[in-house]
Structure formats: C-alpha cells, structure tokens
C-alpha cells in the first residue's frame, strides 16, 4: 500500500492550494484519511481528518479556511487551504488508517510529505 500525495507548493499570504493524496495497493477498506503538517524544529500535528462516513474535525488554527474531503471510490483525501497564512508554512503528510486485502486489521500508513510555503 502506498499513499501518493501532492499539490504542495509556494503561494503568497491569502492564497490557495488544494493537497491531493491517493492510497493505492491491495485495499480493503479506509476508515479515517488525514492530513497533519510538520513545521521546521517542531512536532507533526493533525491538521485535519475525515471519516470514512464523511465526519470530519479540524486543527482549531486552520477552522474556516481549510476543507478536508475525499473520494471513497477512488481512495483519494483533499485538502482545500484558503486564506493561507505564513504560519502554515510546513512539510503535509497525508495518513491513512487501511486494512489491507490479507489483514484484519487496521494499519497506519502515511504519505511521502508535501512542501507548503506561504510567503508574507
């Protein structure tokens, strides 16, 4: 199983991005998909997450500018960003928690990281 994200890129204060991230292999099922950032010198942290029934919670310093959504027949989680902020500035990694075709059992799987850079 792999998770294949992109979109990541470098965009003045006030602008928009929109991440993609796909999970591919051998998938039974996907419950929760999600996003978490790494800035520079710190901890990795959710940005924001969705279920598979489309419920979905947000890091309070992103809530109303950012929007997480997914595509459950194409295994894909997005991520809107709007009205981006320096203090967005980080490394995105996509996660998924999968059950693969020859488990029982959900496993975490995250993306390869993706560059957001909000200049000022």
């Known amino acids: 199983v792999q998770l294949q994200a992109s979109g990541g890129g470098l965009v003045q204060a006030g602008g928009s991005l929109r991440l993609s991230c796909a999970a591919n292999?051998?998938?039974?099922?996907?419950?929760?998909m999600g996003w978490y950032h790494q800035a520079p010198g710190k901890q990795r942290e959710l940005v924001a997450a969705?279920?598979?029934?489309?419920?979905?919670n947000y890091a309070d310093s992103v809530k109303g500018r950012f929007t997480i959504s997914r595509d459950n027949a194409k295994n894909t989680v997005y991520l809107q960003m709007n009205n981006l902020k320096p203090e967005d500035t980080a490394v995105y990694y996509c996660n998924a928690r999968i059950r693969t075709a020859w488990s029982s059992s959900y496993v975490n799987y995250w993306g390869q990281g993706t560059l957001v850079t909000v200049s000022s």
């Open positions: 969705v279920t598979s029934g489309g419920i979905s």
């Open positions: 292999g051998s998938i039974f099922s996907i419950n929760i």
